[in-house]
């Protein structure tokens, strides 16, 4: 009897490493990492912070090592972008309101260009990464996706990028989960990309159950949700 249980642990320890070796995920040269928004004014003390934000910069600095392609974005908005409740009379932040292109959230004033609150974090520590797209600086449409503005039309080039780079798998993480994470992700899939979200590199705001319906979303685009732990340590 002693035998048999040990043998049975034995046998079960086996089979989930066997188990974790075949789940983890090696990325190789047709994978990128996304880094979204990892910018002071979505971190503790900014504009628009997003809780427990500054949690995802050690995750995403241990995933980085494994990508040889990382891009990283920037939300950089005008001073007065139509995105910012201060510019709508009577509006607070986290109300909506309907703009040509559809329904708009409306955010405290953040990431300005230029400014201290737009810059990436300094804890980052990602040397290679290749490319910072910028979106959101048109002053009358909001850019949440790395990939297209909130017209669903204005590209920011990068599936083009990816693309000509011959990427065809794309891992995202940063801030903010239900927002630009996600919108990321779902034009990442409508652009054929292969789409991971490594939920611990990520956080969100979570308003008027905006976390929940980006997590179903995503999930019915086919976007896999991940941990870093799934992510094999070298590239
Ligand atoms: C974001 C709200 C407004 C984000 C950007 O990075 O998720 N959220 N602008
Ligand atoms: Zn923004």
New binding site residues.
Partial sequence: KVLAGVSTVALASLVSSKLWAATAIKPDDASALLVI?VQN?FLPGGS?AVKEGEQVVPVINKIAKSFANVVMTQ?W?TPG?V?FASVHSGKKPFETIDLPYGKQVL?PD??VQGTDGAALSKDLSIPQAELIIR??FHKDV???SAFLEADGKTTTGLAAYLKSRKVKRVFVAGLATD??VAWTALDARKAGFEVYVVEDACRGIDTQGSLAKAWADMAKAGVKRIQSGDIAATA
Wanted: with cysteine; charged share 25%.
């Fill in positions: 928004d004014c628009l939300d908005h972008h995105s955010w953040h990431c979106k959101g909001d850019s949440y927002f630009c």
